[in-house]
């Protein structure tokens, strides 16, 4: 009986072990081949070309993955007006044109070829405190799906200056990037924050009749004194006290616009709480997550999830079927978030 009961545990314990055929590896356990650390960072000044490029798309759209072992991704940092709803605006720093920044995706084992230019040397007169001025400004990124030495890649560009550095997606999932100048913080409710996409090699299990991109993320405005102005408040930042929560960048934008799908469809979103502070419990009203991958990562598959909870720099992808016709509203189930702004809707036709 004892024999028995010993090779029926060695039966589960190698089932559970067994390698996964489609990633190459076990549960749980890194990829295969880990490329850790890429050539020094190199930064140049003057002249370069402008606009973003690459396999890149602005949320709620999900970019198509590039082929080729390398592929060149270039980043332009503005200063420029943005509006997170129609009567407030404020001076916002931008990867790109938009808060928040191109969604980029790539495949596990793709290298990266970056570069990154500080455009905030361009004329932009911000309305500050003292009075209208110029805002030049040190900037920088920080990607977590990267696995490089930060004091070289991550290092602070000043205005007029490009960083130029490589790196290869070894882990699959939903990572954020954002700007790593101090004060991060500031940096970030500024507008610097932004998404990669990691496919696994192969892709993705299953195939969505719909994908989006959702990224949520905290302002904290103030509006100056006799002005029309907002700028970002860091002290309400620190005390965790957002103005408006957002779904990419804008107040309830997919109320009046909402996301359109087909009743009876498959929904796969890419999801991550960029922050800064404070949680997020996504859920779609009237459906159920059959499938979440924490992180992205098809090994951290949970099952029949009502929400999700993720945390400041968490993400997951999550699919649902849309069972009928109507509207689905989707909020941060933290009704305070959801009452500033953290709402939008499917609409199924």
Not at 137 to 150: C, E, G, K, L, R
């Amino acid at each position: 009986m004892r024999s028995l009961t010993v090779f029926i545990i060695l039966i589960i314990f190698c089932a559970c072990n067994a390698p996964n055929q489609k990633y190459g590896t076990s549960f749980g356990a890194p990829p295969a081949n880990i490329t850790s650390g890429a050539p020094p960072a190199n930064i140049t000044s003057g002249a370069s070309p402008t606009g973003i490029k690459g396999p890149l798309a602005y949320a709620p759209n999900v970019p198509t993955a590039a082929d080729g072992d390398t592929i060149e991704v270039k980043f332009d940092v503005q200063h420029k007006t943005f509006h997170i709803k129609n009567d407030l605006a404020f001076v916002g720093w931008m990867f790109g044109d938009s808060i928040p920044g191109p969604t980029l995706k790539v495949r596990v084992g793709q290298t990266v070829k970056f570069s990154m230019t500080n455009r905030s040397n361009d004329t932009m007169a911000m309305a500050m405190d003292a009075g209208a001025q110029t805002m030049q400004m040190p900037h920088s990124i920080d990607f977590h799906a990267a696995m490089v030495n930060p004091e070289d890649k991550y290092r602070t560009i000043n205005p007029g200056e490009t960083i130029h550095f490589s790196w290869t997606a070894n882990y699959p999932g939903v990572f954020m990037y954002h700007c790593g100048t101090p004060m991060v913080l500031m940096h970030m409710i500024y507008g610097m924050i932004g998404m990669v996409i990691v496919e696994p090699t192969g892709g993705f299990p299953g195939k969505p009749d719909y994908e989006f991109v959702l990224i949520q993320n905290e302002y904290y405005l103030r509006k100056l004194q006799d002005s029309i102005t907002y700028v970002p408040d860091v002290e309400a930042a620190r005390l965790k006290e957002p103005t408006y929560v957002t779904f990419n960048g804008k107040v309830a934008q997919y109320v009046p616009h909402p996301l359109r799908v087909k009743a009876g469809s498959r929904v796969r979103v890419y999801f991550i709480n960029e922050g800064p502070n404070n949680a997020s419990s996504f859920h779609v009203i009237g459906t159920i997550f059959d499938k979440v991958w924490l992180d992205g990562n098809p090994h951290n598959e949970l099952q029949g999830l009502q929400a999700v909870y993720l945390g400041p720099a968490c993400g997951a992808i999550v699919e649902f079927v849309i069972p009928e016709k109507g509207r689905y509203t989707f909020v941060d189930h933290s009704f305070a978030d959801a009452e500033m702004g953290a709402i939008g809707q499917f609409l199924a036709e």
